[in-house]
């Protein structure tokens, strides 16, 4: 998967969504590696893949405030097959985090236009 660095530094990439009715939506990603979930999308993209939502989860931000939010069943395009991920609702640009990443090997030229290469580990 490739993606590139922008002007304010953020690496990001477009990934594809699919909700349970068979809705597809792509989205512009940032790279988080200081969110240790999968994926976070803005509540009305949720609404709009008419994701089941699954609980309330909590998380420590890095102010050492704690947020609520929903969180939903959902699958992402990831090495070429639909993977069934958790994704967190938040009112945020996507944001990517490390569980989605876990077996992958993340590189990244950091400057404008910059390359974002997510390779598979062997």
Known sequence: MEGVVGSDLEAGFALTLRGPSGVIREVDAIVDTGFSGYL???????????????????????????????????????????????????????????????GHRLCADVYDGGRLTIERLP
């Open 40 to 102: 976070t999308i803005p509540p009305d993209l949720a609404s709009a893949l008419a994701l089941p939502q699954q609980g309330i989860g909590e998380s420590l931000l890095a102010d050492g405030s704690i947020t609520r939010f929903p969180y939903f069943a959902s699958e992402v395009i990831w090495n070429d097959r639909y993977v069934a991920i958790e994704i967190d609702a938040a009112e945020t640009t996507p944001l990517v985090g490390m569980r989605l990443l876990r």
